[in-house]
Every structure is written in C-alpha cells, then in structure tokens.
C-alpha cells in the first residue's frame, strides 16, 4: 500500500454512499429521543462516527468484495471499484474507532464491533452474506438494536451494562423489525447477481411472493411492538402518529405487491428504490417528530 491509495477515487467516493446512511438514520433519532439529558456536543459526535464514519465504511467495503456489475442500492450503474475503496473504507472505520473513545471506551468497541461484522458479512474469505439465515440476523440486529442500544448509551451517558429494563429492550426490537422489514425488499431485485456470485440471500431463498409476506410479517410485529412500548410509557398519541406515519409505506408496499404478482419484472430497482426513499421519509419524519417534540 502506498499514500495514494488512500486517496478515494471518483468511483470510491460512490460506493461509499454517504445518503444510503439517511437509511439508518431513524434508529439513531428513536435513541435521541428516548435519552435524557443529551449533550450536544455528544448527539453530534455519535452522529458524526455512525453516519458519516462507520455506515459508509461499511457501504464502501461491502462493494468493494462485492464488485457488482448490476445496480445497488443508489448506484443505477456502479463504477468500477478500485484498491483506494478497500483501504479508504478502513482509514474510516479507524477514526470512527478512536474518536469512539471521546465518547466511551465501551461506544468505541461497539464501533469496533460493527465494522467486524460488516467485513465478517462482506469478505471473500467468511462471506455471511453468502447465507440467508446469517446474514439476515447480522442485519436484524447490528443495524437495528445494536444501534439503537449503543446510541441510546452513548447519548445517555449510561454504561450499555447497565439498564437492561423492558422498555429498553423492546425499543431495540422495534428497531431491528423495522430494519429486518426492508432488507429482503432491498435484494429482491438482486436475484440473478446474487446467484451468479454464489449468494443465497434471504430474499432469494423466500423468493418474490416470500419476500414480501416475510417483510409484512416483520412490519407488523414492529408495529405490534410500537404499541406495546408506547402503552407502557403512557404516550399512546406516539403510536397513533406512528401509524399515520406508516400508512403511506403501508399503501406502496401493497400496491407493489400486486404488480409484483402481476410480473416479477415489477421487482426491479426502480420500485425497491422508490419502497427505500419512502419508507426512510415516512419514519425519518416519525422519529424525527419524536426527537424534536417527545
């Protein structure tokens, strides 16, 4: 390796998908709105290392082993990647690991932890993604409640070790469903890439019909869990705009649904594109609603 390779090219700076983290973002506003007194300069901080650090790090390293020909998430047609988005992607997940410990010791090995599953997930040599079952809970859980229980943590002051109460975690669980609800709509349209690389996600293995009910079901126990967090804090008005908030994901999810019946040609990376931005505004503007007046 030599200095120039960790300049990122046009094409690294792609693949790292800075707006892919915009994604993500819901569960660090549901942590930010259900810590007490956050310190500024903290929410900035953890924000910063999460979306702008790690998530596109981790974006940036799954392309690179992944090297597809065909679209992804944000990219239509994804340049070619080189060797600076291999090593750009670690520098990253470097200095989200050390400044990790202006927040704590523990939030930083939580940094350090999730770029270990990404590259356990994305590389030649362990490949989680190649297994639908594996993969699909790395997801589930370290882009759902492991952020949100770490994040929580970070923005409370508290010690992860340390409130391991029932609201705590059906709050993560809420988290991971919602996030587990996307995922195999996000690789539905990866099939035939997916296969000729040998990677049996989970959306394969549930194919078309499958995907769909399996991300309902996901959809309404977060739902169910939503009521269920909400009732016990006695704030029954934030389900209710929940479900305001969810309807319109609710509508589009189902009308794709029926084209998808219609002709699996529907399953394409337009639609999925459109089910990613939708879904992302509708709960941005949920937990962005609980972040600001709950």
């Known amino acids: 390796m030599n200095l120039k390779q960790l300049i990122p090219t046009r094409s690294a700076w792609a693949h790292l998908r800075f707006v892919f983290s915009v ?11 259900q810590a007490h007194d ?17 998530f596109p790090a981790s974006n940036g390293y799954n392309s690179y082993f992944d090297r597809d020909e065909e679209s992804i998430a944000l990219l239509a047609k994804p340049p070619e990647v ?20 202006l927040i704590s010791w523990e939030f930083a090995f939580a940094v350090l932890l999730y ?10 040599a362990t490949r989680l993604k190649k ?16 952020i949100y229980y770490t994040t929580y943590s970070a923005l409370n002051g508290s010690s992860l070790f340390g409130h391991w109460d029932v609201d705590f975690i059906v709050a993560g669980a809420i988290c991971s469903c919602l ?52 009732r016990m804090q006695g704030m029954m008005l934030n389900f209710y705009f929940f479900l305001l908030c969810a309807l319109p ?13 219609q002709s699996t040609k529907n399953a394409d990376y337009k639609n999925a594109m459109r089910m990613n931005f ?4 509708c709960m941005l503007l949920y937990f962005g609603g609980l972040a600001i007046f709950g």
């Open 82 to 101: 080189d060797i600076s988005l291999y090593y750009f992607s670690i520098l990253l997940e470097v200095v989200a690991f050390l400044l990790g410990f």
């Open 115 to 124: 770029g270990i599953m990404s590259k356990l997930y994305s590389h030649s």
């Open 179 to 230: 996030i587990g609800a996307s995922y195999p709509l996000t690789q539905i349209y990866q099939h035939a890439e997916d296969s000729r690389r040998g990677d049996r996600t989970i959306s394969l293995l549930l194919g078309y019909k499958g995907s769909f009910i399996f991300s309902g079901v996901l959809f309404a126990l977060g739902i169910a869990l939503s009521f269920y967090y909400w």
């Open 278 to 281: 939708l879904s992302s505004a």
């Open 23 to 33: 994604f993500l973002l819901p569960v660090y506003l549901f942590a930010f709105s």
């Open 249 to 261: 994901i609710f509508l589009f999810f189902n009308y794709w649904f029926y084209k998808v019946g």
């Open 38 to 54: 956050v310190h500024v300069g903290s929410a900035i901080l953890v924000f910063f290392i999460w979306h702008l650090l790690a």
């Open 131 to 146: 297994y639908p079952i594996i993969s699909f809970l790395t997801v589930f859980f370290f882009q759902g409640a492991f």
